[in-house]
């Protein structure tokens, strides 16, 4: 008679609220195995139905095939802590948000069956890896990576043609490859809150760069046409809040100004009511000598 063992079967567990199915570690079964093989086979029949979507995830799939042709997906603040299959089928993607999650990877599958990403946004997730083929992406215009752990930066994003702006803005960077320089028309590069003690020379081979930000790095060296281009941007930032607190003020004193008028207007009905009261009571007084007078 074969032995038997106990192999886990998938139940319903609280990842990030109610998401997906997963293995429990509770043992609830016996089966019988003959071998290892066997042992895993079960094993994967077990894992088949794991990370079922969610009825949100669902929801947001349908919506960006009816709504946006299948073109613009938003999964922003849905507690993920790892890519849905399901996304790999939209093969027209064109922009794919997936913003304040829990993600610790980028898969490189979905690099392959997504080559028509022109925007993706993973800020504010526990990033560690990014996948080499990131280069698959050849219609990427803008990625944000800001918020993240990412301590490397693989070659492969700076072999994407068509990078516009990278976003990697607080990470745990301590160096940046000389091929961003490949990125010919990349303009935006955001890299403030990292490790960075060097910035490469090749850099300076961006023709259209044009907003830098390093803010917050313990630079020992940087190109002076960057460095250049990142004073001008905080010059620009500061000069953009300063504008911003200008016109809030503005509003705030026209809000003053507002309420001055409406509490001098009310002040003014109180004084004429009350001088009208007074005339009142004058005229009622004058009444009533008048009256006491013909009296006597």
């Given at each position: 008679q074969?032995?038997?063992r106990r192999v886990a079967q998938p139940v319903y567990a609280s990842m990030s609220g109610r998401p997906y199915k997963t293995v429990s570690s509770t043992l609830s079964e016996d089966v019988p195995f003959e071998d290892e093989d066997t042992e895993a086979d079960l094993a994967n029949q077990a894992l088949a139905g794991l990370l079922e979507p969610t009825e949100e995830i669902v929801k947001a799939i349908a919506e960006c095939k009816a709504r946006f042709g299948g073109m613009k997906l938003n999964l922003g603040s849905k507690q993920l802590a790892f890519m849905p299959f399901e996304i790999?089928?939209?093969?027209?993607?064109?922009?794919?948000?997936?913003?304040?999650?829990?993600?610790?990877?980028?898969?490189?599958?979905v690099c392959a069956a997504l080559n028509s990403l022109e925007e993706v946004n993973l800020a504010q997730n526990q990033i560690t890896y990014l996948p080499e083929n990131l280069s698959a992406l050849s219609?990427?215009?803008k990625i944000s990576l800001s918020k993240n752990k990412i301590s490397e930066v693989p070659l492969g994003?700076?072999?994407?043609?068509?990078?516009?702006?990278?976003?990697?803005d607080d990470n745990l960077l301590t160096s940046l490859p000389g091929q961003i320089?490949?990125?010919?028309?990349?303009?935006?590069?955001?890299?403030?809150?990292?490790?960075?003690?060097?910035?490469?020379d090749r850099m300076a081979e961006l023709k259209f760069l044009s907003k830098v930000d390093?803010?917050?790095?313990?630079?020992?060296?940087?190109?002076?046409s960057v460095m250049l281009l990142h004073q001008k941007y905080l010059l620009l930032l500061h000069k953009s809040k300063r504008r911003g607190l200008i016109?809030?003020?503005?509003?705030?004193?026209?809000?003053?100004?507002?309420q001055l008028v409406n509490i001098l207007e009310r002040e003014a009905e109180e004084?004429?009511?009350?001088?009208?009261?007074?005339?009142?009571?004058?005229?009622?007084?004058?009444?009533?000598?008048?009256?006491?007078?013909?009296?006597?």
């Open positions: 074969p032995s038997r790999k089928s939209l093969t027209s993607l064109r922009t794919l948000n997936l913003r304040s999650n829990a993600l610790t990877m980028f898969p490189s599958d219609n990427l215009r994003l700076f072999a994407c043609p068509a990078l516009q702006e990278l976003r990697l320089a490949d990125c010919h028309v990349l303009h935006t590069v955001i890299l403030s809150g990292n490790f960075l003690k060097a910035i490469p390093l803010s917050d790095n313990p630079l020992d060296h940087c190109p002076p016109r809030r003020s503005h509003v705030l004193k026209k809000t003053m100004d507002e004084v004429d009511e009350s001088k009208k009261r007074e005339e009142e009571r004058a005229n009622a007084h004058r009444e009533l000598s008048i009256r006491c007078e013909g009296a006597g």
